[in-house]
Nanobody, 123 residues
Framework: QVQLVESGGGSVQAGDSLRLSCVAS????????MAWFRQAPGKEREFVAF????????AYADSVKGRFTISREDAKNTVYLQMNSLKPEDTAIYYC????????????????WGQGTQVTVSS
C-alpha cells in the first residue's frame, strides 16, 4: 500500500495561487497514475486532475482547466498541483491518490489516499 502525504494548502484571496505537493512512499512511484480530488463541505468528492506515468498524458476537470496544472517529479516521488487564479468555489480539502491501472474521474478507481490538505479561498 502506497502512503501519501499532501502539503501546501492554506487560506488565500481570490485570484491568488497555491502549489500543492504530495509525496508518496515506495520505490515504484514512476509506475503509478497520480490524481487529485477535492471535497467541499456537504459535497461529494470530485475529480480535479490526473497524470499518467512519467511523460504521460494529463486530464482536468472542466472547472479547473486552464487554471490548474498537474505535474510529477519521479526522482522525488512527488506529484504537484499548481493552482492559479483561485476562486472561492475552489475551497475544499484536496486529496492525492494513486492507481496502477485506472486513470479516470471516478474516485472508486483509485486505491491509496492521503489525509488531505485544506484550501480556503476568500472573495
Amino acid at each position: 500500500q502506497v502512503q501519501l502525504v499532501e502539503s501546501g494548502g492554506g487560506s488565500v484571496q481570490a485570484g491568488d495561487s497555491l502549489r500543492l505537493s504530495c509525496v508518496a512512499s515506495g520505490r515504484t512511484f514512476s509506475r503509478y497514475i497520480m490524481a487529485w480530488f477535492r471535497q467541499a463541505p456537504g459535497k461529494e468528492r470530485e475529480f480535479v486532475a490526473f497524470i499518467r506515468w512519467s511523460g504521460g498524458s494529463t486530464a482536468y476537470a472542466d472547472s479547473v482547466k486552464g487554471r490548474f496544472t498537474i505535474s510529477r517529479e519521479d526522482a522525488k516521488n512527488t506529484v504537484y498541483l499548481q493552482m492559479n487564479s483561485l476562486k472561492p468555489e475552489d475551497t475544499a480539502i484536496y486529496y492525492c491518490t494513486t492507481s496502477l491501472t485506472y486513470s479516470g474521474t471516478n474516485y472508486g478507481g483509485y486505491n491509496s489516499w492521503g489525509q488531505g490538505t485544506q484550501v480556503t479561498v476568500s472573495s
